[in-house]
């Protein structure tokens, strides 16, 4: 009889999500037990292989109701999307760098060699869309250098520009 209760509650399928459900809520597993007790769920406390048994199918079933809602935020998500075909583009030109560095090194001839200058354009290609993917293409550089920058000289038109202000309105004080 034991055993006959005890594939009858694992394969309650109803009765395994909705356990899966309360630990994905975070009920612990005396909550979920009284819980099944108290509604009559299951047959009693007695028989541990069948609440054992319970468990960890809804265990199995809620770990994989997880990935199933982390995989359906992460489809929904613009920037993990983002992100992930950025790693892939990443991945796919190091794999691309890869070969163009072995086929250079196996070049021996002209027509070879060819072949290679072909990859480097097409790595270039791949460089340049991105570029355009990820919006450096597009962004202004945050510092531009001046070569001929001198810091001093700026320094003393900012003092002698407050220098003048200050003493415009001393006068004007003084009238």
Same mark, same amino acid.
């Given at each position: 009889?034991?055993?006959? %209760? ?7 399928? /109803? ?6 459900? &309360? ?5 612990? !597993? ?5 819980? =099944? ?5 299951? #047959? +009693?406390?007695?028989? #541990? ?7 960890? %199918? ?9 990935? =199933? ?5 992460? =489809? ?8 992930? +075909? ?10 691309? !760098? ?8 196996? /070049?021996? @001839?002209?027509?070879? &060699? ?25 962004? /202004? #550089? ?9 810091? &001093?000289?700026?320094?003393? !038109? ?7 202000? =200050? @003493? ?8």
């Amino acid at each position: 009889m034991v055993g006959d %209760s005890e594939i009858a509650l694992a394969d309650d399928e /109803a009765l395994v999500r909705w356990v899966a459900n &309360l630990l994905i809520h975070g009920h612990t !597993e005396s909550e979920i037990r009284r819980r =099944l007790l108290e509604n009559s769920l299951i #047959p +009693s406390a007695d028989h #541990p292989e069948q609440w054992r048994s319970l468990m960890s %199918s809804a265990q199995r079933v809620a770990g994989d109701m997880r990935w =199933l809602i982390l995989a359906k935020a992460e =489809l929904n998500d613009g920037d993990w999307l983002r992100l992930d +075909s950025y790693a892939r583009r990443k991945r796919s030109m190091a794999r691309l !760098e890869a070969v163009i560095e072995s086929a250079h090194g196996l /070049a021996d @001839s002209v027509s070879q &060699l060819n072949s290679v200058s072909f990859m480097v354009g097409g790595l270039m290609k791949a460089q340049d869309s991105m570029d355009s993917f990820t919006g450096a293409k597009e962004a /202004a #550089p945050l510092v531009q250098v001046n070569v001929g920058y001198d810091p &001093l000289a700026q320094f003393r !038109e900012v003092i002698q520009s407050e220098a003048v202000i =200050l @003493s415009d309105a001393d006068s004007d004080e003084e009238e």
